[in-house]
């Protein structure tokens, strides 16, 4: 029924797929029963093609009606071990965007740490890890969700020096912790190798973008996208804006430094009228039911918005990382 419906075609955004009691993420990570379900609704509305097929249809002026591309940010080390043998199996391409300094680190990323480590911090230590942050007194009720969008906002997506130092001390005492990972440089060059799988620029320290002066952007997304040059023998010329937070200006930097276009995160179907600022992705999570999924692929959502019987923004005003 819903390959019937007129579409634009969707594209995916997913993060992490959980495994055990590794955390969420603040809910963008999904376990692999959860992504199964994902890929069937998307071969249940169209057809899985890469993102970068979807992109060249739409400038050429063609029909995307039914093509749905799935996409992953971050470059999750759980993406290479849980959701690649599913893709494989299920003949799905996917393309992956990877921050540079994470992965030349294999680092984890703070909204993992920090969706770990606050249920554990000590009254002591959330108290420290407010107070470096710049967290109210009265905000800190609300825990991570708060603390994530004042690290957002106020640091411009950087975890300060003093709350790492508090993370690690708080480490320390657990004695480990598990977290998922980004993908190190040597596992994306034996991933960006499979025909499956492409490569692109999730920019090199996952800044807020908006937040940061012309030159810094054109460096995150330059040197970034120069990095990946040298990983995969065709890097996507495209951008996944960290945060899904975007505006004008940075699409415009992100053009001049050699992007085809941006993705952003926003729950709308690829039509020619919503690519201007940017390609609209679904941000796929545990929360999202798949019949809800399937309706916002199948363009239901939007035809709901045009009638007036849903209300309720386009983008997202504080995105998950």
């Known amino acids: 029924m819903l390959r019937m419906l ?6 995916l955004c997913l993060h ?4 055990g009691s590794q955390p969420d993420g603040g809910g963008i990570h999904v376990d692999a029963p959860r992504l199964a379900g994902v890929l069937d609704v998307a071969r249940s509305v169209g057809r899985i093609v890469p993102v970068d097929v ?10 995307t009606s039914g093509l749905i591309a799935i996409t992953f940010d971050d470059a999750c080390l759980s993406v ?4 690649v043998p599913m893709l494989r199996a299920a003949g799905a391409p996917a393309s992956i965007f990877a921050v540079r300094d994470a992965a030349e680190h294999g680092s984890a990323y703070w909204w993992d740490r920090l969706s770990l480590l606050e249920s554990v911090m000590s009254a002591d230590e959330w108290t420290r890890f407010g107070t470096a942050i710049g967290l109210s007194a009265a905000a800190r009720a609300g825990r991570a969700e708060r603390a994530r969008d004042t690290i957002v906002t106020r640091h411009r997506g950087a ?4 709350a790492a130092e508090v993370f690690a001390a708080v480490e320390a005492r657990l004695g480990t912790a598990s977290y998922d990972r980004s993908m190190t440089t040597s596992e994306l060059e034996k991933l960006g190798r499979e025909p499956l799988f492409t490569l692109g620029v999730h920019t090199v320290t996952h800044r807020a973008l908006p937040l940061l002066s012309d ?13 990946l040059r040298d990983v995969t023998p065709s890097p996507l010329p495209l951008l996944a804006i960290p945060y899904g937070l975007r505006d004008d200006r940075t699409r415009r930097i992100a053009l001049g430094a050699g992007m085809r276009d941006v993705l952003r995160i926003a729950p709308r179907t690829v039509r020619a009228t919503t690519a201007a600022n940017g390609f609209p992705r679904f941000m796929v999570s545990e929360r999202r039911s798949g019949w809800k999924l399937g309706a916002g692929l199948a363009g239901l959502q939007e035809l709901a918005r045009t009638l007036g019987l849903r209300r309720g923004p386009d983008d997202p005003a504080m995105p998950a990382p």
Do not use: F, M, N, T
């Open 16 to 19: 992490g797929i959980r495994s």
């Open 80 to 83: 290479r071990e849980l959701a």
């Open 54 to 63: 979807l992109i060249e249809r739409h400038a050429g002026g063609k029909s």
């Open 159 to 162: 975890l300060p020096h003093e």
């Open 215 to 227: 030159e810094e952007v054109r460096r995150e997304v330059a040197d970034c996208y120069a990095w």
């Open 6 to 11: 007129p579409q634009g075609g969707a594209i």
